[in-house]
């Protein structure tokens, strides 16, 4: 059986949440959820990550920085690729979320929100830029298979909503 | 090692290889920049699946054979996709009416395969039912667009899904492997989603004021190896590299 449950050995917390999402910098992977589990075995750190989208090219670069900051701090380690349970945005930390919109991307809605705005032109994302709801879908694809394209017809900028994805 | 397995899972990898090469293609060419990233977009969503599939199929063959060696290193007739999904980009209404029919029949695939007995095919599928739900959405939102658009876009959309039509019919092929796999519990019997598919197909259309085609001849042979002429072709760009610098990494 598969648990939506993260292992995540106290200690090695700090050093997993100094490595950033290479497509959103200022997002930590801790706060994305994609580590779920971070044990040490026999000396040798074991790590299990999970993708975001299937095709997300940013996981291997992921593995390699996970390995790369354990290593700087003397830990070995090793990691696993496990696609159960599925990612999904409810893993992204509060802090995450706040990252997100600082950064100029808006957090996800809840799923029927999500359904709302991408499927009947709801206006209920709000703009990174002036907070109005006054925004309108683009195009559901965006720069990255997370994301979909908005405009704010308030100011008029253009900005990546999270999609949500459950 | 599990042979019958091994050809099952290519008969469902195979599908989403050939069809996300199709729509990189327009990578810098999609009719405008929203339709070519979202084309793009699915393309490595497919190709994302993909790798899992075919990582677990390398796995299974216990040979030291890689997922790159299976996606780019077998002969034309060692491919088992469904003829469907090699129709060539020949215009944004085939590319989208292709998108929509394997899109409705995927989602309905994958729904199934998520029940499979076989763990990772199990969790594969799971992960790829969220990302097909949104091309599905995208396709059918287009079909919808094109076929009650204007009368240019409703005559390219019909012609669309009339020229592709004699494609679907193959989706619900089994192959003596499938069978094979289907009762142990792991595979999907296909010929069970085969009615769900054409009434959903259907309504779609209906809503889309296009006409579902009378079908008569249905042509097959995909999942058997036997290509149209198109898959050489698009072989030769997806196997360029590798056959020309064997073993080249980047
Ligand atoms: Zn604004």
């Known amino acids: 059986m598969v648990t939506a449950e993260q292992h995540i050995d106290q200690k090695l917390f700090p050093i997993l949440e100094q490595v950033s999402d290479p497509e959103i910098p200022v997002l930590s992977i801790m706060d994305m959820g994609v580590v779920r589990s971070a044990v040490l075995e026999n000396d040798i750190v074991k790590v299990?990550?999970?993708?975001?989208?299937?095709?997300?090219?940013?996981?291997?670069?992921?593995?390699?920085?996970?390995?790369?900051?354990?290593l700087d701090t003397g830990y070995n380690s090793e990691i696993e690729l496990i696609l159960a349970p599925a990612w999904t945005t409810d893993w992204i930390t509060p802090k995450g979320r706040k990252a997100l919109e600082d950064y100029g991307i808006a957090a996800p809605l809840d799923a029927e929100a999500d359904k709302g705005v991408l499927l009947e032109g709801k206006r209920l994302v709000k703009c990174t830029n002036c907070t109005s709801t006054n925004t309108r879908l683009v195009s559901q694809f965006g720069s990255t298979a997370c994301k979909a394209q908005f405009q704010c017809d308030d100011c008029q900028e253009p900005f990546d909503y999270f999609k949500c994805l459950k | 090692m599990n042979n019958n397995l091994y050809k099952y899972i290519l008969g469902i990898a195979d599908n989403s290889l050939i069809l996300g090469q199709r729509l990189g293609e327009l990578c810098g060419h999609g009719p405008s920049l929203e339709?070519?990233?979202?084309?793009?977009?699915?393309?490595?969503?497919?190709?994302?699946?993909?790798?899992?599939?075919?990582?677990?199929?390398?796995?299974?063959?216990?040979?030291?054979?890689?997922?790159?060696?299976?996606?780019?290193?077998?002969?034309?007739?060692?491919?088992?996709?469904?003829?469907?999904?090699?129709?060539?980009n020949t215009d944004f209404a085939y590319t989208i009416g292709r998108q929509f029919l394997f899109d409705v029949y995927h989602l309905l695939f994958l729904n199934e395969l998520q029940k499979s007995n076989d763990l990772m095919l199990s969790a594969i599928a799971v992960k790829s039912i969220k990302e097909v739900s949104y091309h599905q959405r995208f396709s059918s939102d287009w079909v919808k667009r094109l076929g009650d658009g204007t009368a240019e876009s409703h005559q390219k959309m019909q012609d669309a899904i009339d020229g592709l039509w004699t494609y679907t019919d193959e989706l619900f092929h089994q192959t003596d492997a499938d069978k094979i796999i289907v009762s142990e519990g792991i595979g999907v019997d296909v010929t069970n989603l085969k009615e769900t598919y054409y009434s959903k197909v259907s309504e779609l259309l209906q809503e889309a004021t296009l006409k579902t085609p009378e079908s008569k001849w249905f042509q097959k042979g995909g999942k058997e190896g036997i290509h149209t002429e198109h898959l050489g072709y698009l072989l030769s760009d997806l196997q360029y590299m590798q056959r020309t610098y064997p073993n080249m990494e980047w």
């Open chain 1, 48 to 70: 299990q990550i999970t993708p975001t989208y299937s095709g997300c090219p940013a996981m291997d670069v992921i593995g390699d920085d996970i390995k790369k900051a354990l």
């Open chain 2, 35 to 88: 339709t070519d990233i979202a084309c793009t977009n699915i393309s490595l969503d497919l190709f994302g699946q993909v790798r899992s599939y075919y990582q677990y199929a390398a796995k299974i063959t216990g040979n030291g054979k890689s997922e790159d060696d299976i996606a780019m290193l077998r002969k034309e007739r060692e491919y088992v996709n469904v003829l469907l999904v090699e129709q060539p």
